[in-house]
């Protein structure tokens, strides 16, 4: 009967679902090492180009969150507009989207604020959106939603970075932005 149940369900969206339990995983292990593996594994900060784990960092800061709140905020966007991402693009596709932004924000992040740690999947929440705007696509015209997403979405980060000082890294959801952008125009040209 058990069986039965769980034999209805099915895994939709290999990436986004490995990646969401990747994130919860980082998340209870910052719990329970109160920290440690935040600061590290899953945060990316200046430090010696000598350390190997300075490299892993520049991809791992997507999976670390400073809590249950953070995680939520970004895992519920992911789960929402991903799986549609992963079914028209494909899974290898949203994995090369998922690690570009990755590395791109970290890399980033690392040169320009030394003293600051960067955490989170917000960067890959940009991206997402932003991708998402190509999903209709046609005949090489950018999408008038497209427009719209990117001047409401990264307009706010802006206006965020400029008049608003808090702990958001807004040229985290920039750059995500610009990823997800770009690879969205990418992928559709090449299909025509």
Not at 48 to 66: A, K, Q, V
Not at 79 to 84: A, D, E, F, Q
């Amino acid at each position: 009967m058990i069986k039965e149940k769980f034999s209805k369900i099915s895994i939709n969206s290999p990436v986004i679902l490995g990646f969401t339990a990747i994130c919860l995983i980082a998340l209870i292990l910052d719990f329970v090492t109160v920290g440690f593996t935040n600061n590290l594994l899953f945060s990316v900060y200046r430090s010696s180009l000598l350390n190997p784990l300075t490299y892993f960092r520049f991809i791992g800061h997507i999976f670390g969150h400073s809590g249950w709140q953070h995680f939520m905020g970004n895992i519920m966007l992911i789960l929402i507009v991903g799986p549609l991402l992963e079914e028209k693009y494909g899974s290898k596709n949203t994995i090369y989207v998922i690690i570009s932004t990755a590395v791109i924000t970290g890399i980033v992040h690392f040169m320009l604020f030394p003293g600051v740690r960067l955490l989170g999947a917000s960067g890959v929440v940009f991206a997402l959106i932003l991708l998402s705007s190509f999903v209709r696509l046609k005949d090489g015209k950018i999408p008038l939603t497209f427009i719209l997403v990117a001047l409401i979405y990264i307009g706010q980060q802006i206006f965020e970075g400029i008049f608003i000082n808090d702990n958001i890294s807004n040229l985290t959801h920039i750059i995500g932005g610009v990823v997800g952008a770009a690879t969205g125009y990418a992928l559709n040209k090449r299909k025509r």
